[in-house]
C-alpha cells in the first residue's frame, strides 16, 4: 500500500521538548485528519545517553496522551537536524481506505502495527532495542534482535518476512580490541540471519551511526501474495559479497573471516494493484571501493547510483511480465557526516529532487571515507 510522508521541523528555535511540542502540534493539525499515522521517526540533538533515555520517555508518554493505546511506533535516535534547529520529524502515513484492518499491539514495551489489506499483513516496528547495554555493540545488538525476533514471533511471522530494516549503531566507526563497531554489528546479523532466515534475499537496509553508544532497529516485514524481488546495481559489488580487504578489523576469536553486511541494494515488491521499491542507504561505492574526492562529488555518484537502481527499463527487465511507466520518489532520508556539508548536499538533492519529502540529519557513514548516503521508497506506476 502507497506510503504517504511528512516531514516537521519547529518553527522557532527553543529547547528540545519546546521544538518537540512544537512538531507533535504539527502533526496533530495537518495530518491527523485524513491520514493514520502509522510511524513516526524523531532525529534529534542530544548530549549523552541519559539524556536520550528521559527524552525518549518523555515522547512516550506525549504519544501515549495523545494516541492511547493506538499509538504508532516511533523511533528516537542521536542524529542532530542542520543547526540551529535540535529536532526534525519524519512522519509516516497511510489512507484510512487502504486498509481492511489496524492491529495495535506491543511487546515489551516497543510498540508496533500490523496492517491488514487483500495482499496480506504489513508489520511495522521502530526503537527496537534492550536499552540495557549502551556501549557494547555486540551485546547491544545481540538483544535488539532478541526484541525483534520476539516481536514478529508475537504477531506470527519471522525473520524471513523482514524487507526493510534499518540499524542505528553507536559510534559506529571505534575500533575497540581490533573490531570496528559496525563489523560486530555484521557479525551478530550473520548469527541471526544465519539461524533465523532461510530465503534466497536479504532485506534492503540501512545502517548508520549515532553519537549514543547503543543499537536501535526499524523494520518492516510482509506476509503478502506479492512478488519480492531483489535488486543489484550491475556498478556495484553486492554488499553482502564484500572481499575481506573493505571490512575493517580481524575476525573474532572461533571465526576464520569477517561477515560481510547482509543486504540487498533495493528490493522491489510488485503487485498487481501497487509496486513499490524500497532503495537502501547508498553510499559513493563504485565496485566495492569509496570513490569522490569530497562531499560534492560523493553526492553525484551517490544520486547516480540511486537512479541506476530506479530505472524503469531496467526494473522491467527485471520484473518480467510487470510493466512500470514511471516512478515517482515518495520519500528521501539523507544522512551527512558533518554540519558543515549540510548546505552543499541539500542544495544538490533539492535540485534533482525537487518537491521530495527529504529529510537532512547528521550521521557517521559506515566507512570513513564517506561523507554522506541517501535511501529513498519509491512508487511504481503501472
Known sequence: MRKFYYIFYPDSKGSIT?????????????????????????????????????????????????????????????????????????????????????????????PYLILETESGKELWSAGVSSYQYCNDTFRDASAAFEVMRGLLEKADMCLNNVVRQWNYIGNILSVNDGLQNYQRFNEVRNDFYSAYRNVSWYPAATGVGMRIGNVILDFKALQTNDSIIPIDNPEQVRAYKYGQDVLKGVAGEAKTKKHPPQFERALLISGKQYSCLHISGTAAIKGQLTVGKDVYEQSLITIKNIQRLTDTAFLNDIAGQQQFSNENFSLLRVYIKSQSDFETVMGICRQIFPDIPAVFIEADICRDDLLMEIEAEVDLNQ
Open 18 to 110: 519546546q521544538e518537540w511540542n512544537e512538531c507533535l502540534k504539527k502533526i496533530e493539525a495537518s495530518i491527523l485528519q485524513d491520514y493514520f499515522l502509522i510511524k513516526l521517526n524523531i532525529f534529534a540533538d542530544l548530549p549523552d545517553y541519559n539524556s536520550f533515555l528521559e527524552f525518549r520517555s518523555q515522547i512516550h508518554n506525549s504519544l501515549y496522551t495523545l494516541f492511547g493505546s493506538d499509538i504508532p511506533a516511533f523511533n528516537l535516535t542521536v542524529h542532530p537536524p542542520q543547526r540551529p534547529w535540535k529536532i526534525v520529524l519524519e512522519a509516516t502515513c497511510i489512507s484510512p481506505d487502504s486498509v481492511s484492518n489496524i492491529i495495535h499491539d506491543e511487546y515489551e514495551g516497543i
